[in-house]
């Protein structure tokens, strides 16, 4: 089981990233993770299995589920599916933080969750269509949904042990995004807490105890959910998309993939290539 922080940026011009969830073709599974941003996905075809705080969510057709700042969660896409990606950064709701300095937002249904979908697929279509004016289409809708946000769905009182937690996971995902981004190089614990200024010893329980996992277990997490990236959209040689992330060997990246996804890399490129061959998605990153 490996958790990590995922950094949220914004697409060009707009203040809000959008896009065509990655596992559209099915056969996905997303490890549990975290990320400042506030997060909607929201599904149009097919079905999807959110796990929050360990607490199940299954999302069918013209449903959505918003995903608080610094909320761990994961996600499992079995099937094709259509799901339409909106992530806000936290700083848009900054004049509705709480005196604690954060937002959080219900995930019970509400009348107006009909109206959330139809913003999300006016967003979509126009980015799509990119007909003059667009870019105000888009962001017409984009504050509308906000406003409805911050009045209908925002929580006005925040238990104080939601905001230790959201305290301490702001300061895990710091120390997760230098791990990101050097996850390749030879990075002990000793080595991370001596970066950070912690014990070893105190590093660890913070992945214990916020994360629920240790960091040898969340390091590979990270090399993996890399290598299986290029492995699903380049043709190089596995042993080399092993060597490239980190990995020992070809051997020990084969390992690690089965035991996450049940069968061995060479087979999942070739059913990964079968699904984008079958299903055309257009994807809004392809802006």
């Not at 060009?12 to 996905?41: N, T």
């Not at 009348?111 to 006016?122: R, S, T």
């Not at 992330?245 to 060479?266: D, Q, T, V, W």
Request: glycine residues 6%.
């Amino acid at each position: 089981m490996n958790f990590e922080h995922e950094l949220i940026v914004p697409d060009r011009g707009f203040p809000f990233k959008l896009f065509l969830f990655e596992g559209k073709d099915g056969g996905y599974v997303r490890d549990r993770h975290w990320h400042r941003s506030v997060e909607i996905f929201a599904l149009y075809e097919g079905e999807l299995t959110f796990y929050v705080n360990d607490e199940k969510y299954p999302l069918h057709p013209g449903e959505f589920i918003l995903l608080n700042s610094n909320e761990v969660h994961s996600v499992a896409s079995p099937r094709p599916n259509r799901t339409i990606v909106l992530q806000i950064p936290l700083g848009m709701f900054e004049n509705y933080y709480t005196d604690e300095g954060l937002v959080l937002f219900t995930h019970s249904p509400r009348k107006q969750d009909g109206k959330i979908m139809e913003l999300i697929a006016q967003m979509y279509d126009a980015a799509q269509r990119r007909e003059t004016g667009y870019e105000w289409r888009m962001q017409s809708s984009f504050y509308e949904l906000l406003y409805l946000l911050v009045t209908k769905y925002r929580k006005e009182e925040v238990s104080p042990e939601l905001v230790r937690r959201h305290k301490k996971m702001t300061r895990l995902s710091v120390i997760t995004s230098y791990i990101r981004a050097n996850y390749t190089k030879e990075l002990s614990l000793e080595k991370l807490s001596d970066i950070f200024g912690y014990t070893p010893a105190y590093l660890s329980r913070m992945f214990r105890r916020y994360a629920g996992t240790n960091y040898k277990s969340y390091l590979q997490g990270v090399r993996l959910e890399r290598a299986v990236e290029e492995l699903a959209n380049t043709d190089h040689t596995i042993s080399d998309i092993a060597l490239r992330h980190g990995f020992a060997n070809s051997k020990s990246f084969s390992g690690e993939f089965r035991k996450k996804y049940g069968l061995m890399p060479s087979e999942y490129r070739k059913k990964t290539k079968k699904c984008h061959n079958s299903v055309n998605f257009s994807d809004a990153r392809e802006q």
